[in-house]
């Protein structure tokens, strides 16, 4: 305990100049008692011209002459111990840094603890410490490591320190709980419960120490398993850059063939051309001179030399047909002109398709096609054909040619009754019900207003109301067509379309990719609207109506039958 009481009590940090706010170096001291460092109290008065400068930054006493100043040893050596001190770990009385539990009894900037007691509720630093290790009454405190939050170890209802465990409910309780509520109640101390503890806790750390080397195993399986997603999706990005980048090579190739032949069908009739357009200029100019002597000849007045020239110049250029040759914008021969008609084709197929969404496999993974959505061709395969329903249709709608043709009258038609039946809206709904499947279908229709669409078996039948009209809930889809333009129907929310009218329509369902996509069908293929969705339910192809107008559903014949 000597050496502790020997020990300097405060930090050398205490010890600074109180102008340049560090550590005192060549500590000054000043008549007055303020110490400063010697070259900061000398700059201090060199930056003065007036004796009265001569005073003490702190206490502003004056002196008479420029004070000779000397080193204080003493105060220096004791800087230099505390430093000594700090550097070799000795500083157990340094300030408390953030994460350290600081000394409750220290005013000001409060010194690191270096016990708590757990019966003051308290924790000291080495210097307010000392009565707890000198005094004999505080002696049979309990002290212990330092801890910060000492309120957690009082009991919240008696303020007394929680001393007991009670196995009972699981928890820490005071004596004073132990003799009321926790009356013949399981209960050991803290110390007890730890011992028996102690065991679960070495079970409990070999339980988690297996965890964790299983989820990094699992992280190192799963880090292999990204290089191997990496690696494989390098390889087939490169395989097919390769196949694509042969295929414009080849295409870049066969195109500067196709220059260069017309290039040479031009280069040789131009040639041609240039060689009759030659000789008629010589011609011409040949005629021109024969032209220019005739006129002289025919003012002459000498008829005997009339005689003599005129047959001359009347006499043909040359005993030959006149230069022809065939000029025409066709510069290829009729087979490669066939040829590479049939390369646009193909080209013009190849441009129209698309990476295309099939079906959802997973939360997080789909499955992709390439497809043709483009061209007629392409989507022909997915025909299906459809047969109109008559339990759904309006009495105002006329159905035949085996139930493949509907036609809005003002006749009314006696059908049966039937819960499936729309009692109001002119619309009518096919048989097949189609889901998880991509299929395509094509109508014609006449008048000046039809819709074709989509819905699911749960749309209303009776009533006016939107919830039975085609687009104007939630269950359906609708594509108007009307001489005027088109109109895309959703949940009644519309989109206006401004194309040429056509009156044969396709129409392709991708179920499972969420797709229904309307094409223009005439001497080409236009797309018009494609809906995405997330279909739920199987959906039933349906047509809207007004008076005069008709649907007739197209017979199709997939290309490979």
């Not at 040639?271 to 024969?290: D, P, S, T, W």
Request: hydrophobic fraction near 30%; aromatic fraction near 8%; charge should be negative.
């Amino acid at each position: 305990m000597a050496a502790e009481a020997n020990k300097p009590s405060f930090s050398a940090d205490q010890y600074s100049c109180p102008v340049c706010l560090e550590v005192l170096k060549e500590p000054a001291t000043l008549v007055c008692g303020h110490s400063y460092c010697m070259d900061c109290i000398n700059d201090c008065w060199d930056k003065s011209d007036t004796k009265e400068a001569y005073s003490c930054p702190q206490c502003r006493r004056t002196f008479n002459e420029r004070p000779e100043l000397n080193k204080n040893t003493v105060l220096a050596e004791l800087i230099e111990k505390l430093k000594e001190s700090k550097d070799d770990g000795g500083d157990s009385e340094s300030y408390a840094g953030p994460d350290d539990v600081s000394c409750d009894v220290c005013t000001g900037r409060k010194l690191r603890a270096v016990k708590s007691c757990l019966t003051c509720m308290a924790s000291y630093c080495e210097i307010h410490l000392r009565p707890h290790l000198q005094s004999d009454v505080l002696k049979r405190h309990k002290l212990g490591e330092p801890t910060g939050n000492l309120e957690e170890k009082l009991c919240k209802k008696h303020q007394k320190v929680l001393e007991i465990f009670c196995r009972t409910d699981e928890t820490c309780v005071c004596l004073l709980c132990v003799a009321t509520e926790h009356k013949n109640h399981d209960t050991v101390t803290p110390e007890e419960e730890r011992a028996a503890r102690q065991n679960q806790l070495k079970e409990r750390k070999e339980d988690m120490r297996k965890e964790i080397e299983e989820r990094e195993n699992e992280l190192k399986e799963l880090k292999e398993t990204i290089e191997r997603i990496q690696s494989s999706a390098e390889r087939e990005v490169q395989e097919h850059e390769k196949t694509f980048r042969s295929v414009l090579e080849s295409i870049e190739r066969l195109r500067s063939e196709v220059i260069e032949v017309i290039r040479s069908h031009e280069s040789r009739k131009v040639g041609k051309a240039k060689q009759v357009m030659k000789q008629l200029e010589k011609e011409i100019k040949e005629l021109k001179r024969r032209n220019t002597e005739l006129t002289k000849l025919s003012q002459t007045d000498n008829h005997i030399h009339f005689l003599k020239k005129f047959p001359s110049l009347c006499f043909p250029l040359e005993d030959q047909d006149p230069p022809t040759i065939s000029i025409t914008e066709d510069l290829f021969p009729e087979t490669l002109r066939m040829s590479l008609s049939d390369l646009k084709k193909s080209l013009e197929e190849i441009s129209s398709w698309e990476i295309v969404k099939t079906s959802e496999s997973g939360a997080d993974e789909s499955h992709y096609i390439v497809q043709n959505l483009r061209t007629r061709n392409g989507l022909l395969k997915y025909f299906c054909p459809l047969t109109l329903d008559p339990n759904t249709a309006n009495n105002s709608l006329y159905l035949s040619a085996g139930n493949k043709k509907v036609t809005c009258q003002m006749k009314i038609i006696l059908y049966p009754k039937h819960p499936d039946r729309f009692d109001s809206w002119f619309e009518v709904l096919c048989r097949e019900a189609l889901s998880g499947t991509r299929c395509y279908w094509e109508i014609e229709w006449s008048g000046k207003e039809i819709d074709i669409g989509v819905t699911y078996k749960g749309i209303g039948r009776k009533g006016n109301g939107d919830e039975s009209a085609l687009g104007r809930n939630n269950k359906s889809w609708d594509f108007c067509c009307s001489v005027s333009g088109y109109t895309a129907w959703h949940n009644n929310k519309s989109t206006q379309i401004s194309t040429p009218c056509s009156h044969r329509i396709g129409v392709y369902l991708d179920w499972p990719a969420g797709s229904l996509s309307f094409y223009s069908i005439s001497h080409t293929m236009t797309l018009l609207h494609k809906f995405n969705a997330s279909f739920t339910e199987p959906l039933y192809p349906g047509f809207g109506f007004e008076c005069d107008t008709s649907v007739t559903i197209c017979p199709l014949n997939p290309p490979d039958q």
